[in-house]
């Protein structure tokens, strides 16, 4: 099963770049071959991005009221049904573009959003403190649903 591990979010607006800077960090992992990482950033291209992968997971920010760090996991239809201030201003368009994608066929099988409650969304490059000691347990939530049976495991 191809899959990809797709980081989004804006660098230089600290918190809010938390999806990239995991991607980073998995890249350095040695991660198995059918495992690629993509640094989505703030492209409005993520349906291409993706094409031609059987699992999705979206690292990003995620506005749920939660304490700064806690880490979410989301499949794609629930947030197309959540109705609250739960997701940061680009998962509704990822959420979107992907299910348009899944319409005609184009989005990957399997998607999955961890999402991260930010703490700074305010200019700057680095993340909060809470959110960088955080970084190894974001990465681990991603890499579990790289397991057998993670993602079906859980939804």
Known sequence: MRTAILGVGNLLMKDEGIGVHV???????GLPENVEVID????????????GFDRLIVVDAA???????QIYRFALEKIDQCHGPLLSGHEFGIAQTLGSSALV???PEKIVIVGVEPKEIDWGLELSPELEKRIPEIIDSVLSEIEPGGDDARQ
């Not at 991607?23 to 992992?29: F, K, T």
């Not at 989505?40 to 094409?51: D, Q, R």
Request: with cysteine; aromatic share 0%; proline share 3%.
């Open 23 to 29: 991607a980073h960090a998995c890249e350095q992992l």
């Open 40 to 51: 989505g950033g703030t492209s409005i291209e993520l349906a291409s991005l993706v094409e």
């Open 63 to 69: 506005l749920a009221g939660g304490t700064p760090g």
């Open 105 to 107: 066929g184009n989005a």
